[in-house]
């Protein structure tokens, strides 16, 4: 009904099957039953499990789904996080922004991110706008608005752009990794 027709993620926790929508995460019995709803009210644009823990991520930060409850996680001016996209990897969640990248160590608690800019280093990338995010092995990589993809870790960022400026503009959400890790 309403906002809660617009789904931007899907995930499977605890034998339940949770949709980030725009009013909230709604968690749906096996049967596809309405079995409630988490940070209720609040668009959630993406989630992630780190271990058995599931993260939501919404325009006003991270929460907790095991408590329903938002987890002050903020960057290193003490900013808060305005999630885009999650993924969780190494005992360590990725947190996409339309400003950075930013890694916070899991299980997840009150800190400061740290903070990764994808528009800075030998191999930069021309925006840094984060529409999708997967992990792999030693870090993430980043989907742009129009910068392509972007391969983060906790050393290095590397840009990896199309040679065809329109395939530069990943969809939010639109990432996905399979096989070995690059």
Do not use: K
């Not at 599931?54 to 408590?67: E, Q």
């Not at 960022?157 to 399979?178: E, K, M, S, V, Y």
């Amino acid at each position: 009904d309403g906002r809660e027709r617009f789904v931007d993620a899907l995930v499977a926790w605890r034998g339940q099957v949770i949709a980030a929508t725009h009013r909230g995460a709604i968690l749906l019995a096996p049967d596809g039953t309405r079995a409630g709803v988490l940070a209720a009210g609040e668009a959630v644009s993406s989630l992630a499990l780190a271990g058995d823990e599931l993260i939501l991520g919404t325009a006003h930060g991270l929460w907790r789904g095991s408590d329903d409850n938002p987890v002050p996680v903020r960057g290193p001016d003490g900013e808060p996080l305005r999630v885009t996209a999650l993924a969780s990897a190494n005992d360590r969640l990725w947190i996409g922004t339309p400003d950075v990248v930013y890694a916070v160590a899991t299980p997840l608690t009150p800190a400061v991110a740290r903070w990764h800019p994808l528009v800075f280093g030998s191999s930069a990338a021309s925006s840094n706008v984060v529409t999708a995010l997967t992990a792999l092995d030693a870090g993430v990589l980043a989907g742009t608005d129009a910068g392509g993809l972007v391969l983060v870790t906790d050393t290095a960022t590397t840009a990896l752009p199309f040679a065809d400026p329109r395939a530069n503009d990943i969809n939010p959400g639109a990432l996905a990794h399979f096989g070995a890790a690059l």
